[in-house]
């Protein structure tokens, strides 16, 4: 089956984006104030973009060999990584707020998620934790995608229904134990992504009862977020994870019903900010806090939103764009951008 570009699902990265942007930037800006309840469900972004991820990997797989996997991965992740952590302990040395050795360390090296709690997820770089997730995700990709994409439409069904119980045990852990950015915690995400599109390169679409199920979920979803009784806000991604599912697979699918010529104007418009979208992730929160430390108020807010895209488009061409060219194996998938989940964080982290 020909794998179309997914240009929407791009645009889709940028918008994500921002809406952790502006999250972060009401708790920067306004904190204790109504805006941050009202941004409260952004962080479940974090979600979309893990199973994102997750689709998009799966769906352009090719059965390249390792080296060229995590070619492609390192080349994609690190140098922005770097950057941004170089920024981020410049930026904390700046105000005066350190961290410790161990702790960054950890971070430059990926570990911070590992480690229970959310003390070591977010002492350098808030939002980074989640590439310590990812790179946990891409270790294990080579091997379960293969496996997943050859087996028998019954033991998908059965990896599906696993999926579904291991995201609601996820969901139950959290309420006990600090382990929000655990990698194993939020694999199922990542899973639930991987077989989505096993079952659409197979031929599966969604249908008017999938759509309908995706629209009642997303429902429920905003309705326990708004509620009164205040459900905690840790088990938000989880239960955005079918709603995600949904807009992946029905956007995906008008993707592929799309001729390339026929690209609509919003999506040229959402691309270039989609194609952003890692580094606006990562370096976001230094721009933020840094501004926030001379202006504050909520009206601050668009300007900080607007420094940080503008910090990410100058990094992603003078970084970005030129170390994946420089890194990356010859032979990549180009019939969709590849994306790296920028994960959102929750009030107190990542």
Request: charge should be positive; glycine fraction near 6%.
């Amino acid at each position: 089956m020909s794998r179309a570009r997914l240009e929407t699902l791009t645009g889709y990265r940028g918008v994500a984006a921002l809406a952790i942007v502006v999250f972060h930037a009401a708790i920067a800006f306004a904190p204790g104030s109504n805006l941050v309840h009202l941004t409260r469900t952004f962080p479940a972004a974090v979600s979309f973009f893990f199973v994102l991820s997750g689709f998009v990997l799966t769906w352009s797989w090719t059965g390249s060999s390792l080296s060229r996997f995590w070619r492609d991965r390192s080349a994609r992740i690190l140098p922005v990584y770097v950057l941004a952590w170089v920024l981020a302990v410049a930026g904390l040395a700046w105000l005066r707020w350190t961290p410790s050795q161990t702790e960054m360390l950890t971070s430059l090296l990926l570990l911070q998620a590992w480690v229970p709690g959310d003390h070591f997820a977010v002492a350098v770089n808030v939002p980074a934790w989640s590439l310590s997730c990812e790179l946990a995700f891409y270790a294990a990709l080579p091997f379960v995608a293969p496996r997943l994409l050859a087996a028998p439409e019954r033991q998908l069904r059965r990896a599906g229904v696993a999926t579904g119980g291991w995201t609601v045990v996820a969901a139950l852990l959290v309420l006990w134990l600090p382990l929000l950015w655990w990698p194993p915690v939020r694999a199922p995400e990542f899973l639930a992504g991987v077989l989505l599109a096993v079952w659409m390169r197979r031929g599966w679409r969604p249908g008017p009862r999938t759509r309908m199920i995706g629209v009642v979920a997303t429902m429920v979803f905003v309705a326990l977020t708004v509620s009164p009784l205040g459900v905690a806000q840790a088990v938000l991604p989880p239960l955005a994870v079918p709603a995600c599912l949904w807009l992946i697979a029905t956007t995906a699918q008008r993707d592929l019903a799309r001729a390339p010529a026929d690209r609509s104007k919003l999506t040229s418009v959402l691309r270039p900010l989609g194609q952003w979208s890692y580094p606006l992730y990562l370096t976001h929160w230094v721009v933020v806090v840094l501004i926030s430390r001379f202006l504050l108020g909520p009206w601050w807010i668009p300007l900080a939103v607007l420094a940080s895209v503008a910090v990410a488009a100058a990094v992603h061409l003078m970084v970005e764009a030129p170390a994946q060219v420089a890194w990356r194996s010859p032979r990549i998938a180009r019939d969709v951008d590849l994306p790296t989940p920028l994960p959102s964080v929750e009030a107190s982290g990542p």
